[in-house]
């Protein structure tokens, strides 16, 4: 996504919607597809005003796991045990829901649906970046024991992409020790695994115990957290602004990627979702996410998919 602070940072995202698009000419293709028939069903959730969709912004993700065998399907209701059935994934990227109240996105009974499913065989992988996404989710983060900052982003002057000048476009490689070795990050053989990976412009997560973070953040990371949250007050032809904490905040010892085995099934929850799409910034034409050169994002994404369908341990 894209770097936010202050009251600048909630003007810019009010345009943001309309300043990103997919990369339609990113190579999505998959030399050897894990799955050539039968392969398992994802639901890609578009019930919950999701700023993602299978369609839109998050295309490359959907026809990147689509190569690799996944039959992908749209999902428009309310979760529930019958909007549940037979799906063996569950995808869930930036949902807003009621933004404008700051309720979550989606209600106590689809968040218990949802952990019931999960724990009798399910796989989630819930995506939520900075602030407001992080509110919107974190009533089904909790489920699962993480907390979401739902800041507006972490930066790292240390551990950044030096090459975009951005301070929270952090980079989490072997070399900084930032990406921990674990099967996400292995894959099945060599030719899967991930050196380095780049977010751009995330919130923070907790690590509950038994979990698997993958993406580690570093001592000199920090975020700032939102301090007020969407004042009904004009300002500059807008109907809402946000004001943050003076003083960043430490994000060390947390994450923006982790997996975990929940009952009889299996989570990942993100902290940044552009990693795992190809887009394009429509103001200076410049990719963000899988497309930028030099970083492994695309595979993240398949070995993060092949944990959850059971492929990797």
Same mark, same amino acid.
């Given at each position: 996504?894209?770097r936010f602070?202050?009251?600048?940072?909630?003007?810019?995202?009010?345009?943001?919607?309309g300043?990103?698009?997919?990369d339609?000419?990113?190579?999505?293709?998959?030399a050897?597809?894990?799955?050539?028939?039968?392969g398992?069903?994802v639901?890609?959730?578009?019930?919950?005003?999701?700023?993602?969709t299978?369609?839109?912004?998050?295309?490359p993700f959907?026809n990147?796991i689509?190569?690799?065998?996944y039959?992908?399907?749209?999902?428009?209701?309310?979760?529930?045990?019958e909007?549940?059935?037979?799906c063996?994934?569950l995808?869930?990227?930036?949902?807003k829901?009621?933004?404008?109240?700051?309720?979550?996105?989606?209600?106590?009974?689809?968040?218990?649906?949802?952990?019931?499913?999960?724990?009798?065989?399910?796989?989630?992988?819930?995506?939520?970046?900075?602030?407001? =996404? %992080?509110? @919107? $989710?974190?009533?089904? +983060?909790?489920?699962?024991?993480v907390?979401?900052?739902n800041s507006?982003?972490?930066?790292d002057?240390?551990?950044?992409?030096?090459?975009a000048?951005?301070?929270?476009?952090?980079?989490?490689?072997?070399?900084?020790?930032?990406l921990?070795?674990?099967?996400i990050?292995?894959?099945r053989d060599?030719?899967e695994?991930?050196g380095?990976?780049?977010?751009f412009?995330?919130?923070?997560?907790?690590?509950p115990?038994?979990?698997?973070?993958?993406?580690?953040?570093s001592?000199t990371a920090?975020?700032n957290?939102?301090?007020?949250?969407?004042?009904?007050?004009?300002?500059?032809?807008?109907?809402?602004?946000?004001?943050?904490?003076?003083v960043?905040?430490?994000?060390?010892g947390?994450a923006?990627?982790?997996?975990m085995?929940?009952?009889?099934?299996r989570v990942?929850i =993100? %902290?940044? @979702? $552009?990693?795992?799409? +190809?887009?394009?910034n429509d103001?200076?034409?410049?990719?963000f996410?899988?497309?930028?050169p030099g970083?492994d994002d695309?595979?993240?994404?398949?070995?993060i998919?092949?944990?959850l369908?059971?492929?990797?341990?």
């Amino acid at each position: 996504m894209c770097r936010f602070f202050g009251l600048a940072a909630a003007l810019l995202f009010l345009s943001c919607s309309g300043g990103q698009k997919p990369d339609l000419n990113f190579d999505t293709s998959v030399a050897n597809p894990t799955y050539t028939a039968n392969g398992p069903k994802v639901l890609f959730d578009e019930a919950h005003k999701n700023f993602h969709t299978s369609g839109g912004r998050y295309k490359p993700f959907a026809n990147l796991i689509k190569s690799d065998g996944y039959a992908v399907a749209a999902n428009k209701k309310k979760f529930s045990k019958e909007t549940l059935s037979g799906c063996n994934i569950l995808i869930i990227s930036n949902a807003k829901g009621m933004e404008e109240k700051y309720k979550s996105a989606f209600t106590e009974e689809e968040c218990d649906a949802v952990k019931n499913w999960v724990e009798v065989g399910g796989s989630l992988l819930l995506i939520a970046d900075h602030h407001p =996404m %992080g509110g @919107a $989710a974190e009533v089904l +983060a909790k489920r699962f024991g993480v907390e979401m900052s739902n800041s507006y982003g972490v930066e790292d002057s240390l551990n950044c992409d030096t090459a975009a000048t951005d301070k929270s476009q952090l980079v989490f490689s072997r070399e900084n020790q930032l990406l921990a070795d674990c099967p996400i990050t292995r894959g099945r053989d060599s030719t899967e695994q991930v050196g380095r990976v780049v977010s751009f412009t995330g919130q923070s997560l907790t690590i509950p115990e038994g979990s698997t973070p993958f993406l580690l953040l570093s001592p000199t990371a920090y975020e700032n957290l939102v301090d007020s949250i969407w004042t009904e007050k004009k300002f500059l032809s807008t109907n809402t602004y946000t004001r943050f904490s003076e003083v960043p905040t430490p994000a060390a010892g947390k994450a923006q990627g982790l997996a975990m085995k929940f009952g009889r099934g299996r989570v990942v929850i =993100m %902290g940044e @979702a $552009a990693m795992l799409t +190809a887009q394009i910034n429509d103001r200076d034409g410049k990719p963000f996410g899988m497309n930028v050169p030099g970083n492994d994002d695309k595979q993240l994404a398949l070995n993060i998919m092949h944990y959850l369908s059971g492929v990797l341990e």
